[in-house]
Nanobody, 117 residues
Framework: QVQIVESGGGLVQPGGSLRLSCAASGIIFSSYLMGWYRQAPGKQRELVAKITSSGTTKFADSVKGRFTISRDNAKNMAYLQMNSLEPEDTAVYYC???????????WGEGTQVTVSS
């Protein structure tokens, strides 16, 4: 049974930092592209960042220079370090595991990030 579980969300002031974690089980983690997406109220879900099994990364323009993504293949974990947070970063953040075939695509339930003073 595949499980993708996010943690680390919360309320933070503008300019603050948060680190999101994603724990994956039931998959061969090293074979999966791991991604973080977010969805703000009234908006579509959008890609924040993704990382290949070998560590190649891609970021949305809106978070470049502020967010970093990493993974630990030995622990089946992915992380999103978010610095210099802005109110516009407020959203539910989802972890995605995308496998080598389209049917192997799994999502967590999301974790809320709220940036507000």
């Amino acid at each position: 049974q595949v499980q993708i579980v996010e943690s680390g969300g919360g309320l933070v002031q503008p300019g603050g930092s948060l680190r999101l974690s994603c724990a994956a089980s039931g998959i061969i983690f090293s074979s999966y592209l791991m991604g973080w997406y977010r969805q703000a109220p009234g908006k579509q879900r959008e890609l924040v960042a993704k990382i290949t099994s070998s560590g190649t990364t891609k970021f949305a323009d809106s978070v470049k220079g502020r967010f970093t993504i990493s993974r630990d293949n030995a622990k089946n974990m992915a992380y999103l370090q978010m610095n210099s947070l802005e109110p516009e970063d407020t959203a539910v953040y989802y972890c995605n595991a995308a496998g080598p075939i389209p049917q192997w695509d799994y999502w967590g339930e999301g974790t809320q990030v709220t940036v507000s003073s």
